[in-house]
Nanobody, 127 residues
């Protein structure tokens, strides 16, 4: 069974850091672009970051630029989201998703293009 599993969430104080992991099982991430999304209570799911199939292209939401870093390790079949300088408004359930595409530099431009979604991991930023 093909699935994505997120981990690394938790409770952290403002200004702290967390690293989220997105591990794939049942398929290889080599041919997939990966996106991170988040959904806060009462809000729509929003894109946080994405990384191209080859890892050379990345994109970030304005709200996390300079604070979050996405990376991938295809040997470990895992994608990471390093989050620093966390703020209370970063509190949300974080999801990763995989999209099959073409070309090492490609990543999706719509949530509808993603093929697999994880179950989410809770991140709470609070003092």
């Amino acid at each position: 069974q093909s699935q994505l599993v997120e981990s690394g969430g938790g409770l952290v104080q403002p200004g702290g850091s967390l690293r989220l992991s997105c591990a794939a099982s049942g398929f290889t991430l080599d041919y997939y672009a990966i996106g991170w999304f988040r959904q806060a209570p009462g809000k729509e799911r929003e894109a946080v970051s994405c990384i191209s199939i080859g890892g050379g292209n990345t994109k970030y939401a304005d709200s996390v630029k300079g604070r979050f870093t996405i990376s991938r390790d295809n040997v470990k079949n895992t994608v990471y989201l390093q989050m620093s300088s966390l703020k209370p408004e970063d509190t949300a359930v974080y999801y990763c998703a995989a999209a099959a595409g073409y070309g090492s530099g490609w990543y999706p431009h719509s949530q509808n293009e993603y093929d697999y979604w994880g179950q989410g991991t809770q991140v709470t930023v609070s003092s």
